[in-house]
């Protein structure tokens, strides 16, 4: 009943930038926090930013200054910013929700994930 459709994910040189956006749809009631995680090869998949509902953020250490997450409530939708983008940035980039949907007429809360969608930053 619910989905989460990342786009934006490319390759781009190092110094360079990209957009990431993620949509949620479905039966959704409300979103509490949305993120982005990332993925590269042989490592564990780690947090890159969150924002809440209410627009609180946060940042790991190594994007911060560089990386901007935002979201509208209004489209369910969560956006990466990403600047001056490094060759340790490449990863797949995961989108993610905490968030209650409707079902049957009951209300369930659930962790959801999108699909992934590859960033590649090399020269």
């Known amino acids: 009943q619910v989905q989460l459709v990342e786009s934006g994910g490319g390759l781009v040189q190092p110094g360079g930038s990209l957009r990431l956006s993620c949509a949620a749809s479905g039966s959704i009631v409300s979103i509490r926090t949305m993120g982005w995680y990332r993925q590269a090869p042989g490592k564990q998949r780690e947090l890159v930013a969150a924002v809440t509902s209410g627009g609180n953020t946060n940042y790991a250490d190594s994007v911060k200054g560089r990386f901007t997450i935002s979201r509208d409530n209004a489209k369910n939708t969560v956006y990466l910013q990403m600047n001056s983008l490094k060759p340790e940035d490449t990863a797949v980039y995961y989108c993610?929700?905490?968030?209650?949907?409707?079902?049957?007429?009951?209300?369930?809360?659930?962790?959801?994930w999108g699909q992934g969608t590859q960033v590649t930053v090399s020269s």
């Open positions: 993610n929700a905490d968030l209650t949907y409707i079902s049957g007429g009951y209300y369930y809360r659930d962790d959801y």
